[in-house]
């Protein structure tokens, strides 16, 4: 601030019922209004200006919401600054919760399209490039962005940034502001998914990429791709219609296609995309251009690009299609506004019930559309419900005979099953530089050409936190890990490393160190590297995993990071600790079965 004035054309004075401070943050003017609530510009106690966003009244004193902002407020801070904007600070239990961030003083994505056109070629690929870097950040610290549109996209000087991450879920299924039936979102951004009548649908980072593709498309045309008069015309068009993309040509308008499937396990993940654009073929020279004047893009996306591994997408299957009644009176909104969508039954049907009783719960997938009717006058839209569970065979528990067997394997059939001979649950992978991937020769094939970690595509769903998890594994080349992650969200999880002396559990976070937190040796009988599979079994219960190899326990170790609990299975290779770092490394796996505990 210079000679009373406020920085950036956001920035409008106080009102005379806005509070002058929030804690120890002094209040200088307003910079906007949000679902959430009021956003200040504030001057932190060192002088550094810095964006303040107070909770609106009615979410203030509801103690679930500020359960849940309190958590994703957490979350939100291990988020690392690369085209985000920065969580500084939150107090989730002062009269008016609130929530500082860094400031950015730029216009938003959405502004300057309405007031200057679409953006020019290198504009737009450094915008793409610039939010395919902030969601491989985001994602890699296990948050979802949930609310990404181009409201949320600031064009700061040295590169985009984005705002308002993980943030959404705190306002979902809270008393003050939605019933356990609802959802908030923004019409044009949410990927067909986030419109689901069933409540165990999770949303995932994929629903973020459907959210990049259409920003994209906007900065680059003006339009949303499926723009429409009302919502419940733009949601029907979502869910039934291919994109339009007049306006964006070459493969920046392939790359925002593949991110709109409307299968999720279609779509890249963020660290894709951000490889594909910066990377992939026919684009240097975009990308030399979109960097020329933006050296702060160039540095956070190749920060970014130093995350390890990549996180595939959901698994094919079906997708649960739901039933949106959307007011009558929405109708007309811009939609773009964020809206309060119920869930319910078309009017005369009787809501489906659950599916018939099954021996556990299985894995539900998300796939195709089953069929969409579009009531203008009530202004609603109806869908079909469709859900198929994965099948498998039937398990054959491991029966050896030892001294310290491991517990047999539970008598009723696995909830999850998968061969790995062919594509199933689990998809081939491969980076775009070459320097990995997965594939299938008698079984998941994980190849990795430098020491790091990869993970191959497998099931988005997080499964329950307490299962009973084998897998044959083999160790194909010197040095070679087989790498199961378990309880994993985004880039965070815990690790077993089987390689060829020792297993080892670790914590996989968005760093390349993985802490090992306990070493579990072989002793007088290690793997062979290129012998016949061994049989690797799980028990993960509470705060504690057990480790077996061929029916024999191996050891078992503390689960101490508390935050990793729900979360994903994955498989992959990994290197021994002290390998070389250019080396090819590669393992195989077979017949994996899961039991729910």
């Not at 009021?38 to 609106?56: C, E």
């Not at 610290?141 to 600031?154: Q, T």
Request: proline fraction near 10%; aromatic fraction near 6%; charge should be negative.
């Amino acid at each position: 601030m210079v000679d009373g004035t406020l920085p950036g054309e956001r920035t409008q004075p106080l009102r005379s019922r806005d509070p002058r401070a929030l804690g120890v943050y002094e209040l200088v003017g307003r910079l906007g209004e949000g679902g959430m609530g009021t956003v200040y510009l504030a001057r932190a106690a060192n002088g550094v200006l810095v964006a303040v966003k107070m909770v609106r009244a009615d979410l203030a004193h509801d103690d679930e919401f500020r359960r849940r902002f309190r958590s994703e407020v957490n979350r939100a801070r291990q988020v690392p600054p690369f085209c985000t904007a920065e969580v500084l600070d939150a107090d989730p239990d002062h009269e008016s919760p609130y929530l500082v961030v860094e400031y950015v003083d730029g216009p938003t994505l959405a502004e300057v399209v309405e007031q200057r056109g679409p953006l020019t070629k290198a504009n737009l690929h450094g915008v793409a490039i610039g939010v395919a870097t902030a969601l491989t950040a985001i994602h890699g610290a296990g948050v979802i962005h949930r609310d990404l549109k181009p409201r949320n996209v600031l064009l700061a000087p040295g590169s985009p940034k984005v705002i308002d991450f993980g943030i959404a879920r705190a306002m979902e299924a809270t008393s003050a502001n939605t019933r356990t039936d609802q959802m908030v979102g923004t019409v044009s951004y949410m990927a067909p998914e986030r419109f689901s009548s069933d409540p165990d649908t999770p949303v995932t980072p994929a629903a973020d990429i459907f959210a990049w593709g259409s920003v994209v498309a906007y900065a680059g045309t003006g339009n949303t791709p499926f723009h429409a008069d009302s919502p419940p015309a733009t949601a029907a068009r979502i869910l039934t219609q291919p994109p339009r993309l007049d306006g964006l040509s070459g493969p920046l308008r392939d790359l925002v296609a593949h991110a709109l499937e409307k299968d999720p396990a279609n779509r890249p993940s963020s660290r894709e995309l951000l490889d594909l654009l910066i990377s992939g073929n026919e684009r240097p020279a975009a990308t030399a251009a979109a960097f020329a004047d933006q050296p702060a893009l160039r540095a956070a996306a190749t920060e970014a690009q130093a995350v390890t591994g990549v996180s595939g997408p959901p698994t094919a299957g079906t997708m649960t299609v739901p039933t949106l009644d959307i007011p009558a009176g929405m109708v007309g909104y811009d939609e773009n506004s964020i809206v309060t969508v119920p869930i319910s039954a078309p009017p005369g049907e009787t809501p489906p019930g659950p599916p018939p009783p099954e021996p556990a719960r299985r894995w539900a997938l998300p796939a195709a559309v089953a069929f969409l009717i579009l009531a203008v006058v009530a202004g609603a839209v109806m869908l079909a419900l469709s859900l198929r569970h994965p099948g498998g065979d039937q398990a054959t528990p491991t029966v050896t005979e030892s001294a310290q067997p491991a517990p047999s394997a539970p008598a009723t059939a696995p909830d999850i099953t998968d061969g790995l001979t062919r594509e199933s649950l689990w998809k081939a992978t491969a980076l775009p530089n070459g320097k990995a991937h997965c594939e299938f020769d008698n079984g998941l094939v994980a190849t990795r050409e430098d020491s790091d970690p990869f993970k191959c595509k497998g099931p988005q769903d997080e499964i329950p936190p307490d299962l009973r998890a084998e897998v044959n594994v083999r160790l194909l080349t010197p040095d070679s890990c087989a790498t199961i992650w378990f309880r994993n969200v985004a880039y965070h999880g815990y690790q077993l490393r089987v390689c060829e002396r020792n297993i080892y559990l670790g914590e996989h976070g968005s760093g390349a160190a993985i802490p090992v937190l306990r070493t579990m040796p072989l002793g007088d009988n290690p793997i062979a590297v290129g012998a016949e599979h061994t049989r690797i079994g799980l028990v993960i219960s509470g705060d504690k995993v057990q480790v077996s190899r061929d029916g024999i326990v191996v050891g078992d170790a503390a689960l101490t990071v508390k935050e990793l609990q729900a979360g994903r299975l994955l498989l992959g290779v990994h290197s021994e600790r002290d390998a070389p770092r250019n080396a090819r490394y590669e393992v195989a796996f077979t017949d994996l079965k899961i039991w729910y505990l």
